[in-house]
């Protein structure tokens, strides 16, 4: 079973503040994606990731898979309260098939 | 483009009590999931079908989940009996194909359904 790590739990900061949240597997991924979850609503993607070492940018918010394809981060830049959700991280396995093993995320409040 | 609908978004049953969920996919996906949330949880897999076939329901409890996709669009999971840790957001998603994301592939998520089991 592929398990997906993620830290920190919980993350309350200020409106401006930098932040950076991780996702860790002792398995190899084909691919890694990243969502975010508000209340009430299903996960959205937000990137998805495919090679070791790969960096995207989405606005002020940075994503890294790291060299191995076992973990990654999500960065965000002067944080802002509509930043406010749950970051789930997800990896695809190494077969074909299009199954998701999520993390049990990072619930991010970004205060006013 | 319509989004994946799902209903009932709500529902309170009491335990050892039924209940069923409905999905509809984004039109022409041919891969759909039914995922569980519980409470501070990411989602977990219950059961994916490729057209009308399952591809994967290897984490279904299959003494009181049963899920059917019957014509390849819309589709319904059941609990029956329902325990109260089934408690959770049932989660329906679909994606055009079953191929991992190096294809450009996306899983498109629904709302979802809120389940209390009291």
């Known amino acids: 079973t592929q398990l997906l790590e993620q830290s920190p739990q919980f993350l309350s900061i200020q409106e401006g503040e930098n932040l950076t949240v991780y996702c860790n597997s002792s398995s190899v991924f084909s691919s890694l994606q990243w969502y975010r979850q508000e209340p009430g609503e299903g996960p959205v993607l937000l990137v998805t990731v495919v090679t070791g070492g790969e960096v995207k940018k989405l606005k002020r918010l940075t994503f890294q898979f790291g060299d191995a394809r076992k973990d990654s981060s999500l960065h965000i830049t002067a944080a802002q309260p509509g930043d406010t959700g749950l970051y789930l991280c997800a990896g695809a396995g190494s077969d074909s098939n299009y199954k998701l093993t999520f993390g049990k995320g990072t619930l991010l409040t970004v205060n006013p | 483009e319509a989004g994946v609908a799902q209903s009932p978004r709500y529902k309170i049953i009491e335990k050892r009590q039924s209940v069923a969920f409905w999905c509809n996919p984004i039109s022409g996906h041919a891969t759909l999931y039914w995922y569980q949330q519980i409470l501070g949880q990411g989602p977990k897999l219950l059961i994916q079908?490729?057209?009308?076939?399952?591809?994967?329901d290897s984490q279904l409890p299959k003494d009181r989940f049963s899920a059917e996709r019957l014509k390849g669009v819309d589709s319904t999971l059941k609990i029956q009996p329902a325990k109260l840790e089934d408690s959770a957001v049932y989660l329906c998603?679909?994606?055009?194909?079953?191929?991992?994301?190096?294809?450009?592939?996306?899983?498109?998520f629904g709302e979802g359904s809120w389940l209390t089991v009291v």
């Open positions: 079908f490729q057209n009308n076939g399952v591809v994967d």
């Open positions: 998603a679909s994606s055009s194909t079953q191929l991992n994301p190096p294809s450009g592939n996306t899983i498109y």
